[in-house]
Antibody, heavy 117, light 107 residues
């Protein structure tokens, strides 16, 4: 069974940093791109970042470029999202998803990030 | 960036109804279109990819069609568990973009 388990969310002050983790199981992790998607409270879905299976290619939404960094450790079946210079508008549930050709096939349960003083 | 526009934004329907949701892309995306279902407090679930291919385990009452810029999601006979929010998403190019969602409510 495919599973993704996100962790690392929490309350952080504006300008602060947070690192999200997503531990995956049930599939050959290195064969798949991985993606982070977020959802602000009461709002729709927003793609944040993707990373190729090898980790050699990364992609970012303009809203997070230069502030967020996606990475992966294929030996640990884990993808990360390092978030710096956080803003109130980054408050959201962050989901990780297993990606295939731009389709998000399987999702984790999400982790809530709240940016507030 | 490719803009995705869904209509309607909300929809009231009854169990057994046939429902259609539309998604329009701001430029041609061939068939690189997915549909997701999201229930409150839950992660989205992929229903359809490549515009018309049903994800494994998804009931056959769900179907998708379209190519280029215009796409539809149809539920042939609404069941109680189908009341949720539905999103389209283009998988043609980054930045991947979603429609704003269609909330399907019980009439």
């Amino acid at each position: 069974e495919v599973q993704m388990l996100e962790s690392g969310g929490g309350l952080v002050q504006p300008g602060g940093s947070l690192r999200l983790s997503c531990a995956a199981s049930g599939f050959t992790f290195s064969n798949y791109a991985m993606t982070w998607v977020r959802q602000a409270p009461g709002k729709g879905l927003e793609w944040v970042s993707s990373i190729s299976g090898s980790g050699g290619s990364t992609y970012y939404a303009d809203s997070v470029k230069g502030r967020f960094t996606i990475s992966r450790d294929n030996s640990k079946n884990t993808v990360y999202l390092q978030m710096n210079s956080l803003r109130a508008e980054d408050t959201a549930v962050f989901y990780c998803a297993k990606e295939l050709y731009g389709d998000f096939r399987d999702w984790g349960q999400g982790t809530l990030v709240t940016v507030s003083s | 960036d490719i803009q995705m526009t869904q209509s309607p934004s909300s929809l009231s329907a009854s169990v057994g109804d046939r429902v259609t949701i539309t998604c329009r892309a701001s430029q041609s995306i061939s068939n690189y279109l997915c549909w997701y279902q999201q229930k409150p407090g839950r992660a989205p679930k992929l229903l359809i990819y490549a515009a018309s291919t049903l994800q494994g385990g998804v009931p056959s009452r769900f179907s998708g069609s379209g190519s280029g810029t215009d796409f539809t999601l149809t539920i042939s006979s609404l069941q109680p568990e189908d009341f949720a929010t539905y999103y389209c998403q283009q998988s043609y190019s980054t930045p991947y973009t979603f429609g704003q969602g269609t909330k399907l409510e019980i009439k």
